[in-house]
């Protein structure tokens, strides 16, 4: 997480925040199911029992299970993780970014105002920041008294605690 602050930039966040989609973890994990079923089913093809190994036949079952094959890893590697959404919170600016990749392959991946954020949890030293129609934005971990106060500061401003 980056919090970009008026008055303090130069310390760390002990624990990483992170964000809760676990939608998107089903998801993969069902690619990866799916993939490897194609996979298994294309070698399934030839260690059968009983299957036919006529030379017109053996060149069909080459055709399918490649095709199956291929099929398979494209599936699987769509189903591997993207790289981990960073969270960004400018005070300064007053809004909350998330950032996909590192160094000059970095990408926004969405921009929120906090006046535009819906009505922010507190608890402990986390802090759950909501859209208005009630999906997490981004769960964000506080260790730094610095970004606490700022991030406090930031959401009482703009009524969201």
């Known amino acids: ?69 291929l099929m398979g890893l494209a599936i699987i590697q769509a189903g591997w993780a993207r790289p981990m959404v960073e969270v960004e919170i400018d005070t300064v600016r007053r809004e909350v970014r998330l950032m996909r990749g590192k160094g000059r392959a970095r990408s926004l991946v969405s921009r929120t105002s906090i006046a535009d954020l819906g009505p922010a949890e507190v608890r402990g030293n986390m802090a759950r920041l909501w859209t208005t129609d009630g999906s997490l934005v981004a769960e964000v971990a506080m260790s730094d008294p610095d970004l606490r106060r700022s991030l406090m500061g930031a959401l009482r401003d703009a009524g969201k605690i």
């Open 1 to 69: 997480m980056t919090a970009i602050t008026d008055f303090s930039t130069q310390h760390d966040i002990g624990e990483a925040p992170h964000m809760v989609d676990g939608a998107s973890w089903m998801t993969r994990g069902a690619q990866s199911v799916g993939g490897i079923a194609l996979v298994l089913a294309a070698i399934g093809l030839w260690i059968t029992p009983g299957a036919a190994f006529d030379p017109d036949l053996a060149l069909i079952k080459l055709g399918v299970s490649a095709t199956l094959i």
